[in-house]
């Protein structure tokens, strides 16, 4: 199937995120490739959502690619330091989002621990691989994403996400059993009665 198409993102954003799950992002960087089935997903609605930087439309120039086509990549920094990366979806104009929160390696595994510790994957300790790709600085940080990849085209050859490794030129790989959890969101104690919407989504281990 290739990459996941434009018309993918475009839809209602709760269901994006949750078939979201399963998929397969795909970094490639100087000359190497990795990728990572996505496990962990938040949804965030401007039109309705408190917890949305775009809650009742309101646009600046951080969040302003939230308004945009679907299909791209919002990045924004957190405590001044750490990135976060956004699913951009909804027809433009309607300011929605799935936020990244966790993944699990598939390919490349080494080049995403020299990039998130500094170390090889058989020289971690058992609380770094706990705590490898469980958050959204954290992917960030593995995948070697900065600001710099703000409103990125989620078509391009640098980032994609796809339905299968083989879509990236890799071998197929046996796909592990999995139960779909839902519940609320992480951080988001401001946000008034949207702290309560159950818009986090998590694959967990059968």
């Not at 269901?15 to 000359?31: I, P, S, W």
């Not at 796809?162 to 592990?176: F, H, K, M, V, W």
Request: with cysteine; hydrophobic share 35%.
């Amino acid at each position: 199937m290739g990459k996941l198409p434009h018309d993918f993102y475009t839809r209602d954003t709760l269901t994006v995120a949750r078939e979201l799950l399963g998929k397969y992002l795909v970094r490639c960087r100087d000359g190497s490739t990795t990728v990572c089935r996505i496990t962990e997903v938040e949804a965030y609605i401007g039109a309705i959502d408190k917890a949305a930087h775009s809650y009742g439309y309101h646009k600046t120039p951080r969040n302003a690619v939230m308004f945009g086509p679907p299909g791209h990549a919002y990045l924004y920094l957190i405590y001044g330091m750490h990135c976060c990366l956004n699913f951009v979806t909804e027809p433009e104009g309607e300011p929605s989002a799935v936020l990244l929160r966790g993944l699990e390696p598939v390919w490349g595994e080494e080049e995403l621990c020299r990039l998130r510790y500094g170390l090889l994957p058989h020289q971690l300790s058992a609380y770094q691989k706990k705590n490898f790709l469980n958050g959204p600085g954290k992917c960030c940080k593995a995948l070697a994403l900065d600001r710099s990849y703000n409103g990125m085209d989620l078509l391009s050859s640098q980032l994609f996400l796809c339905t299968d490794p083989t879509d990236a030129g890799l071998p197929s790989i046996e796909e592990p059993a999995y139960i779909l959890r839902t519940g609320k969101r992480i951080g988001i104690d401001y946000a008034q009665e949207a702290v309560d919407f159950p818009w986090r989504f998590w694959l967990e281990r059968a």
